[in-house]
């Protein structure tokens, strides 16, 4: 039994780090706030926890079937498609003057993390999905094999996101404030391209009913 818990834990752990490693919107903006503050990714992956560990447990007990419902994605795509718009135009803000500031945005790390895993559409498709099948797996091994499974997921998404906002701040300060600069204008151009996808899908199923 421990010998299978501890495959699964492992197997659990490079599924989780490959999805929170993979380039979006949350990664942008730890780099972006993380040219500010090097610790800026341990408040975005707290916000980030604050959504998604109640939905580890709303999964567990069968609500993961609302985002297939009709209507749902579309909804969640519009608004989260918009939500990236104005951080982005908050990123874009942020160039003018002599420093760069990463809260141009006016929202802090941690209401940073709430709102854009909130909003992220294929944060709700992929534990609908992938973290389902997870979360079934774990739920084999009690509530004490649930919650490890779920602190082992929520630590892979701390280290990631921590090390992102670190790497960023000492690149800022190390290269100035040009770096800090190509930085935004980056972090901003990710959170159009994820803005515009997110609306055009809505548009696309909403359009092919």
């Known amino acids: 039994m421990e010998t299978a818990f501890a495959q699964f834990l492992a197997g659990a752990a490079l599924i989780s780090l490959s999805g929170v490693m993979a380039p979006g919107p949350l990664s942008a903006v730890t780099v972006g706030k993380g040219s500010e503050s090097p ?7 707290i916000g980030h926890g604050i959504v998604e560990i ?3 447990a709303a999964v567990l007990f069968g609500f993961g079937y609302v985002v297939t419902l009709p209507g749902v994605r579309p909804a969640v795509d519009i608004a989260g498609g918009a939500v990236l718009l104005l951080m982005a135009i908050g990123m874009f803000r942020g160039l003018r003057g002599s420093a760069v500031t990463a809260v141009s945005d006016g929202r802090s790390p941690l209401a940073a993390g709430v709102v854009l895993t909130a909003a992220n559409p294929y ?3 992929w534990w609908a999905t992938v973290g389902a099948s997870m979360v079934m797996g774990a739920s084999v091994f009690g509530p004490a094999g649930m919650a490890v499974f779920m602190a082992v997921h929520w630590l892979c998404d701390f280290g990631w996101s921590w090390a992102l906002s670190a ?7 190390f ?3 040009r770096f800090q600069k190509a930085v935004f204008a980056v972090s901003g151009v990710i959170l159009l391209v994820f803005s515009g996808t997110f609306i055009y899908e809505a ?7």
């Open 39 to 45: 610790h800026a990714g341990i408040f975005i992956v």
């Open 54 to 56: 109640p939905l580890m």
């Open 123 to 125: 944060f709700l498709v």
């Open 167 to 173: 790497l960023s701040y000492r690149g800022g300060r």
């Open 175 to 177: 290269f100035g404030d």
């Open 203 to 209: 548009v696309m199923s909403l359009v092919s009913r």
